[in-house]
């Protein structure tokens, strides 16, 4: 063998150290980046020259630079990772809202209540204090502010995390575009299988590492085998790479599909593109990582106005809502009590008018062409429900008549007269009146009690949305601004002294088929039937009806008197909420947490505020019974259910609902923590630099590089004195 030969070989080696030097050298510089994992430089030996006695070896050569890492450790650290993403997301807000419903009595709005009360103990007992009223109408005030601005903070999170869920959902498609370019140019790195794309990898974990961070998606790869890189066992894949959301692919090799990010009512919904180009809402399918945290924060489901109704904020908010919507209700059923000359409340609904040149268009032309009516009337029956003076129900007269989309208005009012003429009914009509549907009595023109709706297969009064018409369990909870419930209250007439000189019990049954019970206008008919003996003193000349009329006009309650007489009609006994939910005489406005206010009157001037039922100025039986309802049950309606509770109950109920929230997550955030710390360090005892093996593998490399350069000066003195001796 050629002196040369030798020469060669010790060449390899001198390159082959020099190699692993460097590779050592980059670890070194790495050691502080955290995305970084170290590479490990493989010798192997070169083909040998087969001579006698035995096979001679030419050398070595750096045949691979492997990564030290192993996948499967990989994925439990950014599983782990993301979980703690998105507990550490929760806790931040949860924390924060937590400051605005401290779980204590003696600050934050349990301490306006409280107020509240208080003033009014202080007002029974002072009903004629001026100084009191005004002390009563500042705390009112002061506790409805509370609320308005406890949901306008809430508002204001929401706001922040629709802000957070776009910023975030930008990284999100911006990593995903990202990993795609990456995966095309490791694989066009890595085409003749002897390559390795360290440096590309590494940072296509680091970007996995955020996305599953971000959106704990699936990361799938195949292809996972380990090789033994001389003394370091490394794990790592080498052929498919995909990423998936919701059963949907967002990343494919090199393909990529991004999310969609569609605004609903402002709220950021995340959508994905199929490969049918349809847009398939994963909204609700994301769950984990920070998005997934901010999502469960907000909620997914949301009303009219853009509030959510599901998730930590939009629970809060229904609650807050339903605490005020309760308060409103309860509070304004017993101020209904307060008696007043006569009632007109606010607009309750707004029912569609048909102008006077419209009378004889079609009811489906009414709708598709001119708009006039909300909704469109099918070919249907309406059926009537006939009584005597005394509210009975005439069982013999049930009146049907057939409504079509193609008559006109008139049409269907000359064929309710025609059936209730040919049924003996002559005494009542259907007309007009101010473009509204109305039955009135023939004598007067007033709202009649002789007559009522029964059923409306052909949705005539929904068109018109005449609610009054329509059964209550219909419209309680889409169209009355605070609900009603079952049960009765009493309308009471009182002279000028403060006596009570007529009363009548009105039932509520939203449930019963009979329309006098179950309907608005059955309501009105209960008050304005006038065959009956409330005094049962054999005169029926000194009745609620004969001193009120009840109508329904224009989407309001009004009672309205039919004498000159100084008399004044309040409510009393009210277990139906009437008073509330259709704010007769009321004390607070709004019907929200949003919209709570003391009513406007009392704001202007609080010596409006009375403590008596009676004209009497002397009775406080209202500040008294105000007093008690903060030890009465009070049904809160949240989404669809109904909850009873005290106002204070309803409350304690909320903050500690909250404040465990609050506590079970950063719970699960620090034991997270600790399982995330050990698996880190396990991870980065595997794959990150250790600083003093580095130092050994360099001393190792650099004596072997001073071996090899030691063998080429040993080749060099030999050739010297091989040409000194051919001199």
């Not at 890492?69 to 994925?75: E, G, I, P, S, V």
């Not at 006569?342 to 268009?361: G, K, Y």
């Not at 002559?426 to 004598?443: C, H, I, M, P, R």
């Not at 277990?575 to 004390?587: I, R």
């Amino acid at each position: 063998m050629a002196i040369s030969t030798s020469f060669s070989t010790a060449l390899t080696g001198l390159k082959a150290h020099q190699n692993a030097i460097d590779v050592t050298s980059n670890n070194i510089s790495n050691a502080s980046n955290p995305d970084y994992v170290r590479e490990r430089a493989v010798f192997s030996t070169l083909p040998a020259i087969n001579s006698a006695p035995g096979d001679i070896g030419t050398g070595t050569k750096i045949s691979s630079v492997y990564r030290i890492t192993d996948t499967f450790l990989f994925n439990r650290y950014t599983s782990t990772s993301a979980t703690y993403s998105n507990l550490d997301t929760q806790e931040q807000y949860l924390k924060e809202i937590a400051t605005y419903f401290p779980d204590v009595t003696d600050n934050g709005l349990y301490k306006d209540m409280e107020d509240f009360f208080n003033a009014w103990q202080t007002f029974a007992s002072n009903p004629n204090d001026g100084s009191v009223k005004v002390d009563l109408a500042a705390k009112t005030q002061a506790m409805t502010d509370d609320m308005k601005s406890l949901k306008n903070k809430l508002k204001d999170i929401q706001k922040s995390i629709n802000d957070e869920l776009n910023t975030k959902l930008d990284e999100a498609n911006s990593i995903i575009k990202q990993i795609a370019d990456l995966n095309k140019e490791i694989t066009a790195h890595e085409a003749n299988q002897e390559n390795h794309a360290n440096e590309l990898r590494d940072k296509r974990d680091a970007l996995e590492k955020r996305l599953k961070e971000l959106l704990d998606v699936n990361v799938y790869k195949s292809g996972v085998k380990s090789t033994d890189a001389q003394g370091a066992e490394t794990t790592d894949y080498a052929e498919d790479y995909q990423i998936s959301l919701g059963g949907y692919p967002l990343v494919d090799n090199s393909t990529y599909h991004e999310l969609t990010i569609d605004s609903l009512a402002g709220n950021p919904m995340i959508g994905i593109e199929k490969q049918d180009h349809s847009v398939a809402d994963i909204t609700k399918s994301v769950k984990g990582g920070e998005i997934g945290a901010l999502l469960s924060l907000r909620g997914t489901e949301f009303n009219s106005e853009g509030n959510p109704t599901d998730g930590t904020l939009g629970k809060l908010m229904s609650s807050l809502d339903s605490l005020a919507n309760g308060l409103i209700r309860s509070v304004n059923s017993i101020y209904s009590y307060s008696a007043q000359q006569s009632v007109e409340t606010d607009v309750i609904s707004s029912p569609e008018t048909i102008p006077p040149d419209l009378t004889d268009t079609s009811l489906d032309s009414l709708y598709s062409m001119y708009h006039v009516l909300k909704s469109p009337v099918r070919d249907g029956n309406i059926t009537f429900s006939v009584y005597d003076d005394q509210g009975n129900l005439d069982t013999s007269k049930q009146i049907k008549v057939a409504v079509k989309s193609s008559d006109s208005i008139n049409d269907v009012i000359n064929n309710i007269n025609t059936a209730f003429t040919n049924n003996g009914v002559t005494d009542v009509e259907a007309k007009l009146v101010n473009g509204q549907l109305k039955l009135v009595n023939t004598s007067d023109g007033q709202e009649t009690s002789k007559v009522l709706v029964q059923d409306d297969g052909a949705q005539l009064f929904t068109a018109l949305n005449q609610i009054e018409y329509e059964p209550l369990n219909q419209v309680n909870n889409t169209q009355m601004p605070l609900p009603l419930k079952n049960g009765s209250f009493d309308i009471v007439v009182y002279d000028d002294s403060g006596n009570a000189i007529a009363k009548r019990t009105i039932t509520v049954n939203m449930d019963s088929k009979d329309p006098r019970y179950s309907t608005i206008e059955g309501i009105m008919a209960q008050i304005n039937t006038p065959g009956i003996d409330d005094n049962n003193d054999n005169n029926l000349n000194n009745d609620v009806d004969d001193y009120y009329q009840a109508q329904f006009l224009g989407g309001k309650l009004i009672l309205s008197k039919k004498t000159d007489q100084n008399t004044y009609v309040g409510l009393d006994n009210d277990t139906a909420d009437f008073g509330g939910a259709f704010g007769v005489n009321k004390f607070l406005d709004g019907k929200d947490a949003s919209t709570i206010e003391l009513r406007k009157d009392f704001q202007n001037d609080p010596s409006l505020i009375r403590a008596s039922k009676t004209p009497n100025s002397g009775d406080n039986t209202i500040a008294n019974d105000m007093l008690q309802l903060q030890y009465e049950n009070v049904n809160f309606y949240v989404n669809g259910t109904t909850q009873e509770n005290t106002i204070y109950g309803f409350y304690r109920g909320l903050t500690s609902d909250l404040a465990n929230q609050t506590q079970t997550v950063s719970s699960k955030k620090e034991s997270t923590q600790t399982l995330l710390t050990s698996v880190k360090n396990e991870y980065y005892s595997l794959s990150g630099v250790n600083i003093d093996e580095e130092l050994v593998n360099l001393e190792k490399f650099q004596r072997g590089y001073q071996a090899n350069a030691k063998v080429i000066t040993t080749i060099n003195q030999m050739l010297d004195a091989l040409f000194s001796i051919k001199q």
